[in-house]
């Protein structure tokens, strides 16, 4: 619809400068109507799904809504969490503000606007409120024009209060709670931000025990005041009172004081783990496994060569942080002091392991392998995962070949939502996945260390030829999920009228400014 107002780049540099304002709105029009037609797309697939859904399956912990979530997050590569907020409001705007939607559509409003639409209309609970509130902020949104956001959503809780007062988003002293983050989307590799709000006194008396801290050690010590008292803060994270000069005397009677331990495990790539796959060790005995995996093929183990390389680390060399991401050589240097170094050995030809567990060199090298979980667009560390068996087990043998990582919600989600119209995988001797979603749609997902590390995708053993075994799908296999308490709309229910009835205590509560002193 906006395609032939919104130029080229190669005729760009012909338009003039009003021109290109010109087009710049054109092409914020097109985004608009594009996104809308997006969400549209979101709602009538989440429709479809949660109401063929089987009513036992509401309460699953990874429920129809979740299910839904998970494919359109596979379709356009985004994280569960914004799958299910944007379906939410595609949802909304569809059922709740069809005239909110239709400009939207149009291509008249913001994504930025119609998030605020719906947040702050969110604890409309009547049909007939909710329309008149859509009528008439169709009606003047169009002509507020720019501004701020506090000033939109003030535009947008007057028509709100206009008709439903309970309705009405509340700033709450509740809101300036005691609170702590550990961790924010900005930190940069290797680092992480610890915020809190406390009161007053106390985040006094926090900094006057770090300062103390801070100048226990002597003047030799290299330290800036503000390392020394983020040491400081690590030490009494670990129950250690006293900080640790690192002056590197002797005589110092501060250097003696004990340092934090590093709680930091650092998986070495040596010369095994690139070495031959010939000398690989088995790391199992192949028979019983064959025995049990049906038309699988597995691997017959080579011969092994006995090992006697110890791992080592070679200074200046960059790494990989779980849960961080990529760490520059000199900052992964620092985080060496004290931790505890472990070789990664790749398995090469060898058969698999005899048992459900994965031994914990396999378990090493396959979290180091895929370094995050495996579903499509999930970053879920790999430390934090379950190890997950493609083909289950016992059909499908303990093996680099046939384990991948697979964080909590993604291996119910592979378990449970299966069988024909559910999920399947495949898993390749180089740890990559093809996943097959409930439309057909495949997806494939290589291990994170492809390009890091790329010696770690070194293919393992080729399991079976032709199209993996199958387990067979058990009928009450549903009554293993986990479940939750309340439906996740019983929940959203329960929320809007505890919201609703603060509301509308504050309301009768809130002084007039007529009233007798004190004031």
């Known amino acids: 619809m906006f395609d032939s107002l919104v130029p080229e780049p190669a005729a760009l540099a012909g338009l003039s400068d009003a021109e290109l304002v010109d087009a710049a709105g054109a092409a914020a029009r097109a985004e608009n109507a594009v996104c809308a037609r997006k969400l549209a797309v979101m709602a009538e697939l989440f429709t479809r799904r949660v109401d063929l859904a089987p009513e036992d399956r509401l309460n699953w912990w990874v429920d129809p809504d979740a299910a839904v979530a998970a494919e359109i997050a596979a379709a356009v590569t985004i994280t569960q969490g914004l799958a299910t907020h944007q379906t939410y409001r595609a949802v909304v705007l569809r059922d709740r503000l069809p005239k909110v939607g239709a400009l939207f559509l149009a291509g008249l409003l913001s994504e930025l606007l119609v998030r605020a639409i719906i947040t702050r209309t969110d604890l409309i609970t009547y049909p007939e409120l909710i329309a008149a509130v859509d009528a008439d902020l169709a009606a003047d949104i169009l002509r507020w024009g720019p501004q701020s956001a506090k000033k939109t959503e003030a535009a947008i809780d007057h028509i709100v209060e206009?008709?439903?007062?309970?309705?009405?988003?509340?700033?709450?002293?509740?809101?300036?709670?005691?609170?702590?983050?550990?961790?924010?989307?900005?930190?940069?590799?290797?680092?992480?931000?610890?915020?809190?709000?406390?009161?007053?006194?106390?985040?006094?008396?926090?900094?006057?025990?770090?300062?103390a801290m801070a100048y226990s050690v002597c003047d030799n010590d290299p330290r800036t005041l503000d390392e020394r008292r983020n040491d400081a803060l690590t030490a009494l994270f670990h129950g250690i009172t006293t900080l640790a000069c690192r002056c590197g005397h002797t005589d110092c009677d501060a250097a003696t004081n004990p340092r934090p331990p590093r709680e930091l495990t650092v998986y070495a790539l040596t010369d095994q783990t690139t070495a031959d796959s010939a000398s690989e060790e088995p790391r199992g005995d192949a028979t019983d496994a064959d025995a049990s995996a049906g038309d699988a093929q597995p691997a017959t183990p080579t011969a092994p060569k006995p090992r006697h390389s110890k791992p080592t680390l070679l200074p200046g060399r960059s790494g990989y942080l779980f849960g961080s991401g990529f760490m520059p050589a000199p900052l992964f240097d620092a985080l060496l002091d004290g931790a505890k170094i472990r070789e990664i050995i790749h398995p090469g030809q060898a058969g698999p392991e005899p048992r459900y567990t994965p031994s914990t060199a396999l378990a090493d090298f396959i979290r180091c392998r895929d370094l995050t979980c495996r579903f499509p667009g999930c970053d879920t560390p790999a430390t934090e995962a379950d190890i997950d068996h493609t083909v289950a087990h016992p059909v499908g043998p303990t093996h680099a070949s046939n384990l991948k990582c697979l964080c909590r919600f993604h291996h119910l989600l592979k378990t449970f939502w299966t069988g024909p119209g559910g999920w399947h995988d495949r898993q390749h001797p180089d740890g990559t996945i093809t996943w097959t979603s409930p439309t057909g749609h495949t997806y494939i997902t290589h291990p994170g260390s492809r390009l890091l590390f790329p010696t770690l995708c070194r293919p393992t053993a080729t399991l079976w030829t032709g199209d993996p075994p199958r387990n067979s799908t058990r009928n009450n296999r549903g009554s293993m999920m986990p479940r939750r308490t309340r439906t996740r709309a019983q929940n959203r229910a329960t929320y809007i009228t505890a919201e609703r009835t603060r509301n509308a205590a504050h309301r009768t509560d809130s002084p007039r400014g007529n009233d007798p002193p004190p004031f």
């Open 162 to 211: 206009r008709h439903d007062p309970d309705a009405v988003r509340q700033s709450r002293a509740g809101d300036l709670d005691r609170a702590i983050e550990i961790g924010n989307p900005g930190d940069a590799p290797g680092y992480t931000t610890v915020w809190a709000r406390m009161f007053a006194g106390d985040a006094a008396a926090g900094q006057r025990t770090l300062t």
